[in-house]
């Protein structure tokens, strides 16, 4: 059973920076592809990051050129490097992975997920 647990959550001002982690356990995950997703109060989830097997990335619009994923496959981690963080970057931030190597937008797709860490971005 795969295990996914984030962590790096918080409190910032508007224009600071967060790096948020997570940690899989239960089995290697380097032939899957990973995301980043988030929930909104009051939104649907939505699509942040991802990275595949291979290591390619690709980013929602949104955060796209403030946000950068990365994958560590010797320790089983993924992370997430926020900048230029803003106030409608408040969300819930998820740590998604899926069983195909490719990383993907809908966020259906994704078959094993963390509990969440909380991102709260003051004005």
């Known amino acids: 059973q795969v295990q996914l647990v984030e962590s790096g959550g918080g409190l910032v001002q508007a224009g600071g920076s967060l790096r948020l982690s997570c940690a899989a356990s239960?089995?290697?995950?380097?032939?899957?592809?990973m995301a980043w997703i988030r929930q909104a109060p009051g939104k649907e989830r939505e699509f942040v990051a991802g990275?595949?097997?291979?290591?390619?990335?690709g980013y929602s619009g949104s955060v796209k050129g403030r946000f950068t994923i990365s994958r560590d496959t010797a320790k089983n981690m993924v992370y997430l490097q926020m900048n230029s963080l803003k106030p409608e970057d408040t969300a819930v931030y998820y740590c998604?992975?899926?069983?195909?190597?490719?990383?993907?937008?809908?966020?259906?797709?994704?078959?094993?997920w963390g509990q969440g860490t909380q991102v709260t971005v003051s004005s």
């Open positions: 998604a992975a899926r069983n195909l190597g490719d990383w993907v937008l809908s966020v259906g797709a994704y078959d094993y």
């Open positions: 990275i595949a097997s291979g290591l390619s990335t």
């Open positions: 239960g089995r290697n995950l380097r032939s899957s592809g």
